[in-house]
């Protein structure tokens, strides 16, 4: 008798749920609403129509001259080089780490099973790794690119090193946490097989484990590269170089048809950037 109760009690609740949830979210977003002070009727006032027109005016048409935008090469390829080199440290710091941070590699799953069973010491000091690797991942991520490059400029000085090391300590915490999901993720039945054979730990994660995950491992990497793209340009605005730096400087005095330009040529590197992702997501 007591288990239709139970049954009946959790079907309840289940249903109650999403009402509780809905009535949370509403309040949640009416509160939101009032305290960041959000009032679409300012782009409808004369003062920030003014503005608008001003603005939109001032970009048309684009500053297409051909010595604006010699000048412009340099920053173009300074952009693109920041976002691969900080890509490369990202993936330089969050791979290994990614792997420490994954439980049924460092602690649990079947490569440990054998390892930790009847040695408390060992299954302690492997735990620790594991949070330790958690938490640098988690701490890495906490702090924007922004923060993580005024830091930077304030080390290393102004110039790309900056944008570069800002990218690659803040997208390393985040592909070491994606990386150490998609590790997670992998069908076991693989490693089952290939540790009844006799594999060892290194063999079985070249042969079992990374193909499984690759293919996942390189999209999403790609997918950061085109982030990179998009955070080398807004780095630049701390003097990190690149598009953003010069991003500033036509802000500053008002080249609102220069900023247009500048706004197509970082378009462009998306788009083109997309465009070879998508054709090695298409080979893998």
């Known amino acids: 008798m007591k288990t239709p109760a139970r049954l009946s009690f959790n079907n309840s609740e289940k249903s109650v749920f999403p009402y509780l949830f809905g009535l949370l979210f509403v309040l949640t977003l009416a509160d939101s609403w009032r305290r960041v002070g959000v009032d679409l009727l300012v782009?409808?006032?004369?003062?920030?129509?003014?503005?608008?027109?001003?603005?939109?005016?001032?970009?048309?048409?684009?500053?297409?001259?051909?010595?604006?935008?010699?000048?412009?090469?340099?920053?173009?390829?300074?952009?693109?080089?920041?976002?691969?080199?900080?890509?490369?440290?990202?993936?330089?710091?969050?791979?290994?780490?990614?792997?420490?941070?994954?439980?049924?590699?460092?602690?649990?799953?079947?490569?440990?099973?054998?390892?930790?069973?009847?040695a408390p010491a060992r299954f302690a000091l492997r735990f620790s790794i594991y949070c330790f690797a958690r938490g640098l991942l988690s701490f890495f991520r906490a702090i924007p690119e922004f923060v993580w490059a005024f830091m930077f400029v304030r080390a290393v000085g102004l110039g790309p090193f900056p944008g570069v090391l800002a990218i690659g300590v803040a997208y390393g915490g985040m592909?070491?946490?994606?990386?150490?999901?998609?590790?997670?993720?992998?069908?076991?039945?693989?490693?089952?097989?290939?540790?009844?054979?006799?594999?060892?730990?290194?063999?079985i994660f070249f042969y079992g484990w990374l193909p499984q995950v690759f293919?996942?491992?390189?999209?999403?990497?790609?997918?950061?590269?085109?982030?990179?793209?998009?955070?080398?340009?807004?780095?630049?605005?701390v003097g990190a170089g690149g598009l953003g730096q010069q991003i500033e400087i036509s802000m500053r005095m008002f080249n609102f048809n220069e900023i247009l330009t500048l706004l197509i040529v970082l378009f462009l590197m998306v788009a083109a950037v997309d465009y070879i992702s998508a054709k090695v997501r298409a080979i893998l």
Do not use: H
């Not at 440290?89 to 792997?99: K, R, T, V």
């Not at 592909?175 to 730990?201: D, H, M």
């Not at 293919?215 to 605005?237: D, H, K, M, Q």
């Open 43 to 118: 782009f409808f006032e004369r003062q920030g129509r003014e503005n608008i027109v001003k603005f939109l005016g001032g970009m048309f048409p684009p500053d297409l001259s051909s010595g604006f935008l010699a000048l412009m090469v340099g920053p173009t390829l300074e952009t693109i080089q920041i976002s691969v080199m900080g890509t490369l440290i990202a993936i330089a710091l969050g791979f290994p780490i990614g792997i420490l941070a994954t439980r049924n590699f460092s602690v649990g799953g079947i490569l440990n099973e054998a390892d930790t069973a009847g």
């Open 175 to 203: 592909l070491g946490k994606v990386y150490s999901e998609i590790f997670e993720a992998v069908n076991p039945r693989p490693l089952e097989a290939l540790q009844s054979t006799g594999a060892n730990k290194l063999q």
């Open 215 to 237: 293919p996942n491992f390189i999209s999403y990497t790609l997918y950061r590269w085109e982030c990179a793209v998009r955070a080398s340009a807004i780095l630049g605005l």
